[in-house]
């Protein structure tokens, strides 16, 4: 399956934007999806995961109540909606499938992976 990730931008604190990841070469609703994020000097780390159908989700502490993630396994696209954003959410969000079931954290865990789109947020 091939990932297109885009939505970033710069936005200020406060602010909101919403990620999309657009699917493409593969079954869409056998994957589960995940956002992961990538701040300069940083390892990456997870932000967020939706399952096949969309029924459970998932979120890093960090993001709780301010991100929001869904799925349209008709347009074959996950979203990212965040909102009260933060310096510190400054990173390269990348978007993953994996077909292995579970709450999964971890990069080594999902198989595929679309590119970043950056997301800035000045203070």
């Known amino acids: 399956v091939q990932l297109q990730a885009s939505g970033g931008g710069l936005v200020q604190a406060g602010g909101s934007l919403r990620l999309s990841c657009a699917s493409s070469g593969g079954t869409f609703r056998n994957y589960q999806l995940a956002w992961f994020r990538q701040a300069p000097g940083k390892e990456r780390e997870f932000v967020s995961q939706?399952?096949?159908?969309?029924?459970?989700?998932y979120y890093a502490d960090s993001v709780k109540g301010r991100f929001t993630i869904s799925r349209d396994n008709d347009k074959n696209t996950v979203y990212l909606q965040m909102n009260s954003l933060k310096p510190e959410d400054t990173a390269d969000y990348y978007c993953?499938?994996?077909?292995?079931?579970?709450?999964?954290?971890?990069?080594?865990?999902?198989?595929?992976w679309g590119q970043g789109t950056q997301v800035t947020v000045s203070s």
């Open positions: 939706i399952s096949w159908s969309g029924g459970l989700t």
């Open positions: 993953a499938a994996t077909r292995t079931a579970g709450y999964l954290t971890s990069p080594r865990t999902h198989n595929y």
